[in-house]
């Protein structure tokens, strides 16, 4: 068996040899450092007690819309690809479906990922193309069972420094306090404020989030009162816990400011089901202005993802639940829909707001000017569809002109898969390196000023962004 590409030292860096080479010390600067991940799925339950992976099936095929959604495409049903875990028989012909599947992922970001761990996570030594499904199913499984395969060791065999959840408002987070209080682990695991389910009157479980929401958090107030309050309260709780970030995903980045009447009216509207689309869509945008000024008063960075049309396929939805691999990207409208958010709060001292985007058309002309003005914006990395390594690419040349490097997040891995996080790290810090080597090469940056960019780029600007 020939040995796997992703065994490479030179993967995803410059063809010309002369830039590579340039690379390859930028590189090597940085290929050490540890992983700063602020933006995250990783269960902290599954740090707190060390749990086991499951089958590679159900670790690796299963769960990963990445992964389903192009074997889906292919003429593949979704209960062919959702069954691992039920069964060893099952999670077999899922792996066996996966490995008939492989040669549809060259050239994607999911076969880039999948190749590395597989070469650097599992040690299986060749490309998964050139074993047997049940060879390497068996040698995947094997792994799974070492005592020292599993989450705690391989935080630390990953070199994670910072690990970042992604949690309800709701969340009583004792797991992440027992991580914090365990002198025997050393990482911090941090949660993050999600409240969509609680912002989006569209959501199926609005109505009961915020009754219970109120009831838990509201200092005895009620209606619009005691929820705001209620969200404040929750949000404290989270910094109280060690908590850096809100994160916000929206269809569109639309934001604006309702007097205190407006926004109760709209509230009562929804809790009696009686609000209209256009109700929803004000009343989100309102919240997500509130969110901002919790920030700014609380310091919790905001992060904002819109743009994503979630369950696509209303049959697959029905079947299978949301992130199932048909969220489908749309074009959004920062430069008008933030505005009423940053004439507020866009100047407001010690403000961070992120902002992300899968639409690839923001970068250069809504995204880095905005950035390059108002010292609250940062950049937030190529995300989702975008975070292959030709997007990476054309991020950075779309707004580094712009903004230079002292304005973007750092990158943000933005995954479930635990086990890939190293290998998405690993590929953003080969592109950073490419990048700037063409800088180098091309004498627009001097190459001991790209050494201290790279640096800056791959750990500064992630712990200066999100105040680690």
């Not at 994607?108 to 590395?116: E, F, K, V």
Request: charged share 25%.
């Amino acid at each position: 068996m020939s040995q796997s590409i992703a065994a490479n030292p030179d993967r995803l860096l410059p063809a010309d040899p002369g830039t590579r080479s340039i690379a390859r010390s930028l590189l090597e600067r940085v290929q050490d450092l540890p992983i700063i991940s602020p933006h995250g799925h990783v269960d902290a339950a599954v740090i707190e007690h060390n749990t086991a992976f499951p089958d590679p099936a159900a670790l690796l095929v299963s769960p990963d819309h990445y992964v389903t959604r192009l074997i889906h495409a292919n003429g593949v049903s979704m209960d062919r690809l959702h069954a691992a875990g039920s069964s060893a028989s099952e999670s077999r012909d899922v792996w066996r479906t996966f490995v008939d599947a492989w040669p549809l992922f060259e050239g994607t970001a999911s076969g880039y990922w999948l190749r590395t761990q597989f070469e650097s996570v599992f040690k299986l030594g060749a490309d998964l193309g050139e074993m047997s499904a049940d060879a390497s199913y068996d040698a995947i499984a094997t792994k799974l069972l070492e005592p020292g395969f599993r989450p705690r060791q391989l935080f630390k065999d990953f070199n994670i420094e910072v690990l970042a959840t992604t949690d309800d408002p709701l969340d009583s987070l004792d797991s992440h306090r027992a991580i914090a209080e365990d002198p025997t682990f050393n990482g911090r695991v941090l949660p993050t404020f999600r409240p969509d389910a609680y912002l989006n009157i569209a959501h199926p479980a609005w109505g009961s989030n915020v009754e219970r929401l109120i009831e838990t958090a509201g200092d005895g107030a009620t209606g619009y009162a005691g929820y705001i309050t209620a969200l404040e309260n929750r949000r404290r709780y989270f910094v109280d816990h060690g908590a850096v970030s809100a994160d916000h995903g929206v269809p569109t980045p639309a934001t604006l400011k309702l007097d205190a009447v407006e926004a109760e009216r709209i509230f009562e509207l929804a809790r009696a089901g009686k609000a209209t689309a256009a109700d929803r869509n004000t009343f989100e945008a309102h919240m997500i202005y509130q969110m901002a000024r919790m920030s700014v008063e609380d310091g919790l960075v905001m992060t904002i993802h819109p743009g994503s049309f979630r369950n696509h396929h209303q049959p697959t939805f029905d079947a299978f639940g949301a992130d199932t691999g048909h969220d489908i990207p749309f074009a959004v409208n920062y430069t008008e829909a933030i505005r009423p958010l940053l004439q507020d709060f866009g100047t407001a001292k010690d403000f961070h707001l992120v902002l992300f985007t899968l639409d690839e058309t923001v970068f250069s002309r809504e995204l880095a000017p905005l950035a390059g003005f108002y010292p609250s914006v940062y950049l937030g990395a190529p995300w989702w569809f975008l975070d292959a390594p030709d997007a990476m690419l054309r991020f950075r040349s779309a707004v580094t002109e712009t903004t230079g490097f002292s304005r973007s997040s750092g990158f943000i891995d933005d995954t479930r898969a635990f086990c890939s996080i190293p290998a998405r790290h690993d590929a953003s810090r080969r592109i950073e390196s490419s990048f700037l080597a063409r800088l180098v090469a091309e004498h627009r940056v001097t190459e001991d000023r790209a050494h201290e960019l790279i640096v800056e780029v791959v750990d500064s600007s992630p712990r200066r962004v999100f105040k680690l």
